[in-house]
């Protein structure tokens, strides 16, 4: 069983950066394709960025060239990098086991204008 464990969310103004972290731990494999996702009040949840165990890469295009997903296989830890970031960007962003199905308690980000 998989369990995930984000951190690093909280309150920045506009423009500003924050780095989200996701560790796992329990029974997973380094080749798990990973995610983050991203739900905002009264909305649907987003996938807003993918990672592959040999660094392949996706965005939504609304965080193309602002966000940064990377990966450290031995510490079995992924990382969202978010800069300049906006109003609208404020959700509960959380992390995601795509080949396991498995999610993490998620964390809170708020961008004041």
């Known amino acids: 069983q998989v369990q995930l464990v984000e951190s690093g969310g909280g309150l920045v103004q506009a423009g500003g950066s924050l780095r989200l972290s996701c560790v796992s731990s329990g029974s997973i494999s380094g080749y798990d394709i990973m995610a983050w996702y991203r739900q905002a009040p009264g909305k649907e949840r987003e996938r807003v960025a993918t990672?592959?165990?040999?660094?392949?890469?996706t965005y939504a295009d609304s965080v193309k060239g602002r966000f940064t997903i990377s990966r450290i296989m031995a510490e079995k830890t992924v990382y969202l990098q978010m800069s300049s970031l906006k109003p609208e960007d404020t959700a509960v962003y959380y992390c995601n086991d795509i080949s396991r199905g498995a999610w993490g308690q998620g964390t809170q980000v708020t961008v004041s204008s």
């Open positions: 990672i592959t165990s040999d660094g392949r890469t």
